[in-house]
């Protein structure tokens, strides 16, 4: 088997891997708005983008030049280049056409968050790249100059230790606070190994648990023109070892999905839909996406209310095949309706209650029906939401 | 041709129709409660259910019994009788077991709003019951009952005159201020009618005139249990005249609809998506109602903020084929993205502002790909919704 240890650094904890943030002047007050990473060592770079037909510039730029190996990774916040056209990929060959003259870059990769349908500073951008040190190791800086609405930045590294006494590491930082906020442009994930990875294993896996992991949380379910997780493995630990590397990449992404779902606009409350008895895991993860996303659920969620009509109401909404007298719902270990009885009294209310006032907790559905089974993850909506988007522009 | 004139009496404006509102108990405060629909000469009944799995029991008791014809429709608030099961149907069976005694009712068809998994209080509907008076003309007070969270009671009734002088009339009222609220269920529309219609012709044309109407507006994107929409046609004028009905059948719905959204939990303004140039007729409805649907989209409305950049992110969300080429964004006739170009400054800024301060205003998407059109509509979304849908049980 393999040990698994949580570790300092962030993307940085792995062999051979750089990162920094610097404040180029995109937001105020000298925030850092600005990040690379860098691998001496030409790495493999697997990817996910956005289903969104608009796919922002940068996503463009990467498929255009179908980029497989790359040691740089430039990352801007407050600006999406997104719904920015031809000249928007053209900004960012001229970018990198000028930073090749200074840094030893090769098939560089960028990434944006930000406000829609701007075009790029672009001497902001070259001016705060001739600051970047490509020797430093600071993981934090870099995930906290990646931030938008993000109330904290997010990060993990794990290191792993194989039976054989071979080592290696996995790092990871992301931003994003709303599945899309305003015109700022969402989620961003990026995960570092010095394990030896081909690009094909890479989006292998990437998709393998993009499903159980950013693709089962909801924030406010709308879908940005940005979304994108990279991977990326320059190979200096000198080996591959997929059975361990499978658990770790699942958990790193599954933390910080977690992270970004418990750091949703104004969000106090993390609550996982757990469907079980499904005739199968399409039909199980169709209705638990439908609740995350349901707003009535959402706001009761915020108003600390167990109001299981509405879970009843989201589970008959998903268009999936359920049975009334089949179905039972719990707050954790509290059910509230059993094969198609209402229990709902006094004390079961209270128990209820008391589960709904907790910052963490599951609801479960049981439909039994078959084995299908899913979990999704979403949080509370509640004024901080309206008012954060709302009031964002002004 | 025809002429159309707008008419008092709501339901009871065709000939031969009754309604009256009463307070059985259910609400406090002596607010009406229970409402009928009557007709001495028996019916024909066209209807649709919403697509929720989870049908409320009258929806269900309304299709075991393969109702076409009635005389009599009871329509009671508070109460859903949804998630009840077998009991449920069996109430309503008891209900009108009691009331068969007293009124001359055949066929009867039942229709609830309220709370979800609750019994319905048999013993205060049947004593109402015993408080109507079938000789009782009165669709405001029967529109006033069916209310739950609507701010305002929902009623119309059209004069139609043909050529050679024969008349007929169509009177409608709804209730709804979310597409679902809370446990508290949802949309219900009756339109009465005196024209000489076949049960087939009127499932025809509510299918028909739905799509563009009901299913076109969105309030929380919420689907209710207890969704129906009710067409009854006693045949009192003795004639059937289709191109008129078919355009006031329209008229009625469309303006039911609109004024459900205007009402929407909380909603201070009635927006319209128009979106053409879609490849389809479909294409266009997906992103018009995905624009319609959409958290940031409602909270820019509520935030009088003219941030194209959440449409562009809706279209592209939507999942059909577009393309920043050819796509442009208007409020009203203020362009903002024109063929793939961002023509914001801060003159246009303005001007697009000052649209956005309106109570009522068209969002136009030119897609630049075909014929393909559709219109959705609905309503900003800010704190009062969070209000009333985080507060509603306690």
Known sequence: MFKQFSIDGGVTAPSGFYADGIHAGLKKNELLDMAFIYTPKVANIGSIFTSNRFQASPLRHFQKHNIKQTNFILINSRNANAMTGKKGIEDIETLFGHLSQKLPIINPVMSSTGVIGVYLPLEKLIAGAEKF?????????????????????KEIAIRVELEDGRTYSVGGMAKGAGMINPAMATMLAFITTDLEISTDELNRLLRKHSRTTFNAISVDGDTSTNDTVFAIANGEAGFYDEVSFDSTLEMVMKYLALQIVADG???????SFHVRGAKSDNDAEKIAKTLGDSLLIKTALFGEDPNWGRIAMGI?????????ETLTIAYEDVKVFENGLNLFNREIEEKA??????????????????????????????????????????
Chains 1, 2 share one sequence.
């Not at 008959?316 to 359920?322: F, L, W």
């Not at 084995?371 to 979403?378: H, V």
């Not at 909506?381 to 964002?392: M, R």
């Open 316 to 324: 008959g909404a998903s268009g999936v095949e359920v049975s009334e």
């Open 265 to 271: 606009e104004g969000a106090k409350k993390l609550v």
């Open 353 to 394: 209650y008391a589960i709904m006032r907790r910052k963490e907790f599951t609801i479960y559905c049981y439909l039994g029906l078959g084995n299908g089974e899913f979990k999704s993850y979403a949080c509370d909506l509640g004024y901080e939401y309206v008012k954060i988007n709302a009031d964002y522009r002004t």
């Open 133 to 153: 040190d490509l020797n430093i190791k600071n993981g934090d800086r870099a995930a906290q100059a990646i931030m938008t609405t993000d109330a904290y930045k």
